[in-house]
């Protein structure tokens, strides 16, 4: 059956700012024959089209004049296993945390930090999501993908993806919107780090016991740490990160079930108030610059990231221009949260631009930080 183009489609459900907009032509399909021979059409304009996953980190600046193309590829395939590891294939329709879901529940580790994140497996090779210590790069082996220019099905291994934080080749002008991302294929594994670390010492009898319990004795003294369980969200990240990354304890259903406590309690309900999760990424600075900053500001957030460079936390930065809680018509950064910009209920994108205008503009001029934005805007 040849599938057909829908004109003026509503977007409101596929963007979770909840906006209403609309696309002038919107193509959905299920596989990647049906893709191609959608594609054939001599009418089809290939610069005028944008490829949507679950609109979780889009912001729609007005109505889309040209045509969206929604892959709803579904299917979670294995491809190969062994004792320790399996590789598995999940077509780029896929709801991510149902693909994590799947994986806590056949007891494959690697996917559990970045439970409930929303959106589709697709783009988080193209953001190359993450969270609490886990990125999509650590999982992806490789990424199928059609061409829509050569009109040709290609395969990026992890290493050709490109993956910085937030960031993948996929998001590069010759990229965007002209590849298409149709399945992911991961790795997982079948037993816990602390297993594999166990695992791999080599010792017998005794010797294996008591380095078992040795690891066991120093995991359990790491995870325990009462003093960081608090009301501010960076101390419970790095209560959660002890645990999860560390302790090696925990079921992974309860790993998933902490992710998903700590993160509804911090984030909102995209159901009840649109957002994007993080609208800004955490700027990337010099070390000189962060000790500069931490001589001024004590108290300054900072993460390690690659030798030479540190992140500043986004939200500490707002907080600090007193733009938390700023708002804009019905758009407001959130005051536990300032990185979140929320939607009331009848902000426009105008009002949502303005004020990331205002908070960039902000930052800037107190700290000389560009706040870059995590959202893509269209
Ligand atoms: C409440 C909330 C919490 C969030 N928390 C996190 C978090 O913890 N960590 C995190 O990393 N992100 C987070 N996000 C952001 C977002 O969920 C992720 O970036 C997610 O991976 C986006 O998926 P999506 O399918 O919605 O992508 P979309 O918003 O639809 O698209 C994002 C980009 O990817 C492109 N794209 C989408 N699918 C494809 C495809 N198949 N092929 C090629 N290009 C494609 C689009 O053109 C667009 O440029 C959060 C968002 C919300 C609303």
Redesign the pocket.
């Known amino acids: 059956m040849i599938k057909m183009i829908k004109h003026d489609f509503s977007l409101k459900s ?4 909840g906006l209403d907009v609309k696309a002038d032509r919107y193509f959905s399909f299920t596989n990647i024959d049906e893709l191609k021979d959608f594609i054939q059409d001599p009418k089809i304009d290939l610069n005028e089209i ?9 912001l729609f600046s007005k109505n889309y004049s040209g045509l969206v193309l929604h ?1 709803n ?1 579904d299917f979670i395939k294995k491809i190969e296993e062994n004792d320790i590891e399996i590789f598995i294939e999940v077509g ?2 896929v709801n ?1 945390d149902t693909f994590v879901k799947y994986c806590v529940k056949n007891r494959y580790y690697g996917t559990e930090n ?1 439970s ?17 210590g886990t ?2 790069k650590d999982l992806i082996i490789y990424v199928k ?1 059609f061409d829509l220019y050569e009109n040709k099905e290609i395969i990026l291994h992890n290493s050709d993806c490109k993956f910085e934080y ?1 960031n993948s080749i ?2 590069t002008d010759s ?3 002209r ?4 399945s992911i294929v991961y790795k997982l594994s079948k037993i816990s780090k602390y297993q594999a670390k166990i695992n791999s010492y080599k010792g017998n009898g005794f010797k294996k016991q008591y380095f078992f319990w040795k690891e066991f004795i120093h995991h359990l003294s790491r995870s325990v740490n009462i003093k960081s369980v608090g009301k501010k969200s960076i101390l419970d990240y790095r209560f959660l990160k002890n645990l999860l990354e560390d302790s090696g304890l925990l079921s992974l259903d309860l790993k998933r079930r902490i992710v998903i406590k700590t ?1 509804t309690s911090k ?4 159901e009840k108030l ?5 609208f800004f990424k955490n700027p990337i600075i010099t070390i000189e610059k962060s000790e500069k900053l931490k001589r001024d500001y004590p108290n300054v957030i900072l993460f390690p990231y690659v030798e030479g460079y540190m992140k500043v936390s986004a939200a500490w930065l707002i907080d600090q221009c007193g733009l938390s809680g700023e708002r804009i018509g019905d758009a407001a950064t959130l005051k536990h949260l300032p990185l ?1 910009i929320v939607n009331y209920g009848k902000a426009t994108s105008n009002d949502i631009l303005n004020l990331a205008d205002k908070v960039e503009k902000g930052v800037l001029s107190k700290f000389d930080i560009i706040l870059e934005k ?3 805007i ?1």
């Open positions: 596929l963007n979770t700012f944008l490829i949507l996953g679950g609109g979780s980190n889009i892959p590829i780029s329709g991510w970045m409930l994140i929303p959106g589709n497996v697709g783009a988080t090779a193209v953001q190359n999501a993450g969270a609490y990125e999509a993908a937030r996929f998001k990229y965007k919107n590849v298409l991302i149709t993160r984030l909102p309900d995209i649109g957002n994007v999760g993080s979140t995590e959202v893509v269209v």
